[in-house]
């Protein structure tokens, strides 16, 4: 289980810009006990949406990086050895569920098809966590929430959330944030005025109407940050682009050749 999440303790919220409403429809959901889906293409916002809510709210976040290989047990808990014992562990849902924390899932699809079937009893209103191994049935204390978050963009035949699941949450739709407020969010993050992330941003928009096309994914607003950062840093703007923006996009040397004219066409 080490290394598959993280715990935050509520305090000051980190910067997030609103987009719409979410920050009102979340604080709702939480208000009455609701599970929160996100839905969003990857690096627009969900985990530093949620890291935001957890220190608004002033409530614990366990964050659960959802992979492969994740199983229902990384996430409730299981019998170790300690010291020559065997011991139970909690898992992070479990903690979540004992101390009423956030505990958030991203990239819920990706997890194991038993991990849903552990969600389901906390998504309705019975808000338990049968455990079979050590015979508890946990009832979520005051202030948990189940919050989950998937690209919709991004999914397979192989790889979807169930409508049976879907409909257990109230859900939001984020996407990428609008030019003028992009640039206000890579220049609060990375410290670049915002008359330097304007191009940023203009080229941030031509690679990500791209995707579909020659690349798969559009770039994040977590790249361009990472771009603005290092050009705030000193490094030169055509390298820290390239380092940011085209090199995690694509391996292939005929799209980043074209994806560098786009570079040079914005900044000449």
């Known amino acids: ?25 979340f604080e709702a959901a939480a208000a009455q006990d609701l599970p929160v889906l996100l839905k969003g293409p990857t690096g627009c916002g969900k985990t530093r949406f949620v890291a935001h809510m957890a220190a608004r709210l002033n409530r614990p976040l366990y964050t659960v990086a959802c992979h492969d290989d994740l199983s229902a047990a990384d996430l409730i808990g299981r019998y170790l050895l300690k010291g020559g ?80 699941t879907r409909q257990r949450f109230v859900a939001m739709e984020f996407d990428f944030p609008k030019p003028e407020a992009e640039t206000r969010i890579v220049a609060e993050e990375s410290g670049l005025s915002e008359a330097k992330v304007a191009p940023l941003v203009r080229l941030a928009g031509k690679l990500r109407a791209l995707k579909g096309q020659d690349l798969e994914e559009g770039v994040s607003t977590r790249l361009v940050v990472y771009a603005a950062t290092l050009i705030a840093g000193g490094m030169d703007i055509e390298r820290a682009i390239s380092a940011a923006m085209i090199e995690p996009l694509t391996d292939e040397a005929d799209i980043k050749r074209g994806l560098h004219d786009l570079v040079t066409a914005i900044y000449g």
């Open 85 to 164: 014992e065997t011991v139970w562990v909690d898992g992070p849902l479990t903690r979540a569920v004992r101390e009423g924390a956030i505990c958030y899932l991203d990239e819920v699809v990706e997890a194991r098809k038993d991990v849903t079937v552990v969600l389901h009893p906390l998504t309705d209103d019975r808000r338990i966590l049968p455990i079979d191994r050590t015979g508890e049935e946990l009832h979520a204390a005051p202030g948990f929430m189940l919050v989950a978050s998937y690209n919709p963009g991004y999914q397979n035949i192989l790889k979807t959330l169930k409508p049976s």
């Open 1 to 25: 289980m080490d290394g598959t999440f993280a715990k935050q303790k509520g305090a000051d919220a980190p910067f997030y810009l609103a987009q719409g409403d979410e920050v009102a429809l």
